[in-house]
T-cell receptor
Framework: AQSVSQHNHHVILSEAASLELGCNYS??????LFWYVQYPGQHLQLLLK??????LVKGIKGFEAEFIKSKFSFNLRKPSVQWSDTAEYFC?????????????FGKGTKLSVKP | DGGITQSPKYLFRKEGQNVTLSCEQN?????MYWYRQDPGQGLRLIYY???????QKGDIAEGYSVSREKKESFPLTVTSAQKNPTAFYLC??????????????FGPGTRLTVT
């Protein structure tokens, strides 16, 4: 079965530290890739997405992600985190070029930013 | 205000009872989805629907049922056959898969506790 792996269950950083959250998927065909964020008590919302073109995509709140096809990876990055980035982050993959619409989610990474 | 509403926010039921979770969207989306979120498990797809009166099972459909009588509404029934129903349930909607810009929009969720 296809799967999405997020390597870190819980990441703890101090403010201004750089962030990189890993995401790998196990499908060799065309994929669409997403990062969602769930702030405490809030809806799951989209941070950024990749469909095609430039493999470096920029999202909201200073986040970016790079699609590396050869590594089946879509890692999320932010140069300098803030306390308000404390949340749970989910990587998701849409297989078969999006023809089915289903998203396969990773198990999530909790980010705690210390002020 | 466009969006997805789920009600109630918290729901408590006794074991052996069926319970129906509501999901309504006013985004004019054709596709709707139900996910289950458990701590450390990410989101897992229960059912999805791309058109009125049609729906497909996701990865963990056993013990659940859905209906799609109206485009705006996609209620989920958690039946007494679901062995471990206590969880956080998320509803989502999207334009049809394959169209752009594709992303799933999520509701605030319903936390179901069965004792």
């Amino acid at each position: 079965a296809q799967s999405v792996s997020q390597h870190n269950h819980h990441v703890i950083l101090s403010e201004a530290a750089s962030l990189e959250l890993g995401c790998n998927y196990s499908y060799g065909g065309t994929v669409n890739l997403f990062w969602y964020v769930q702030y405490p008590g809030q809806h799951l919302q989209l941070l950024l997405k990749y469909f095609s073109g430039d493999p470096l995509v920029k999202g909201i709140k200073g986040f970016e992600a790079e699609f590396i096809k050869s590594k089946f990876s879509f890692n999320l990055r932010k140069p300098s985190v803030q306390w308000s980035d404390t949340a749970e982050y989910f990587c998701a993959v849409n297989l078969y070029g999006g023809s089915q619409g289903n998203l396969i989610f990773g198990k999530g990474t909790k980010l705690s930013v210390k002020p | 205000d466009g969006g997805i509403t789920q009600s109630p926010k918290y729901l408590f039921r006794k074991e052996g009872q069926n319970v129906t979770l509501s999901c309504e969207q006013n985004l004019n989306h054709d596709a709707m989805y139900w996910y289950r979120q458990d701590p450390g498990q990410g989101l897992r797809l229960i059912y999805y629907s791309q058109i009125v009166n049609d729906f497909q099972k996701g990865d963990i459909a056993e013990g659940y049922s859905v209906s799609r009588e109206k485009k705006e509404s996609f209620p989920l029934t958690v039946t007494s056959a679901q062995k471990n129903p206590t969880a956080f349930y998320l509803c989502a909607s999207s334009i049809l898969p394959g169209q752009r810009p594709y992303e799933q929009y999520f509701g605030p969720g319903t936390r179901l506790t069965v004792t």
